[in-house]
C-alpha cells in the first residue's frame, strides 16, 4: 500500500506488524539519544505505540519503505495536526543506522511536506531537534527550515544537557523553494 511516494522510497500507513521493528529501534542507545528517549521500551510497550500512532485522529504516521527491497527503515508523518490554525508537528525517524546519511530521510520529509502543505492545506510544519543531531539539523535546513529558537538544556543525554532547536517551515517558504528549484533544474 503506497499512500506517499519518493525517487527511492514510499509511505505506507504503520501496521501492527511494524512493531518488532520499532522495538528494536526504540531500544538502540544510539537512536534513543538522538530522539531524547531515556528508558527501554516493552515490546508491549512499542506495540502500543505503533497502534496508538496509526490510530490517532490528529496525526499521520506512516511507514518508511525502500523500493528497492521494500525494506522498513523508519517512520515519518505529521503530529498534532490542528486544522483551525493549519499547522502540525513533523516527527520521523530512520531506525536502520545503515541507511543514515544517504538522503531517504529528505525524500520522506519532502514526500510529508507536500502532502501537509498541498493536501492538508496547513500553513506551518514545526519540529524540535536536539542540538547534538546535527545531520537532522542540516537536513532541514537543506529543504528550507528556519530556526525559531532554543529549549534550553530540554533534553539530559549522556550526563549533558541539550537544547532542543526549534524549526518552522511555512506553505509560502516551501511553494518557493519548489519553484525556484524546479527553475534550477
Given amino acids: 500500500m503506497v499512500f506517499l511516494e519518493g525517487e527511492r522510497i514510499y509511505l505506507r500507513p504503520l501496521e501492527p506488524d511494524d512493531a518488532g521493528t520499532c522495538y528494536r529501534w526504540f ?31 490528529d496525526s499521520v504516521s506512516l511507514a518508511i519503505v525502500t523500493k528497492k527491497g521494500k525494506y522498513f527503515i523508519g517512520t515519518a508523518g505529521l503530529i498534532h495536526v490542528d486544522t483551525v490554525h493549519r499547522r502540525a508537528e513533523l516527527g520521523i525517524l530512520i531506525g536502520e543506522e545503515e ?8 525524500e520522506a520529509i519532502n514526500a ?13 510544519v514545526y519540529l524540535g531537534v536536539i542540538c547534538t543531531n546535527e545531520r537532522a539539523i542540516r537536513c532541514y535546513e537543506r529543504i528550507g527550515f528556519s530556526h525559531d529558537g532554543v529549549i534550553r ?9 541539550c537544547d532542543c532547536i526549534m524549526m518552522s517551515l511555512l506553505q509560502r517558504e516551501w511553494k518557493q523553494k519548489r519553484e525556484h528549484d524546479t527553475v534550477r533544474k
Avoid at 528508558?39 to 485522529?57: D, H, I
Fill in 27 to 57: 531500544n538502540n542507545y544510539r537512536i534513543m539519544g538522538l530522539i531524547g528517549e531515556a528508558y527501554p521500551f516493552s515490546r508491549a510497550v512499542a506495540a502500543k505505540r505503533v497502534e496508538e500512532w496509526s490510530q490517532t485522529s
Fill in 99 to 106: 541507511y543514515w546519511s544517504r538522503g531517504l530521510g529528505t
Fill in 112 to 124: 510529508i511536506l507536500t502532502y501537509g502543505f498541498d493536501r492538508l492545506n496547513l500553513n506551518m
Fill in 153 to 161: 538544556e530540554k533534553y539530559l543525554i549522556d550526563g549533558i544537557y
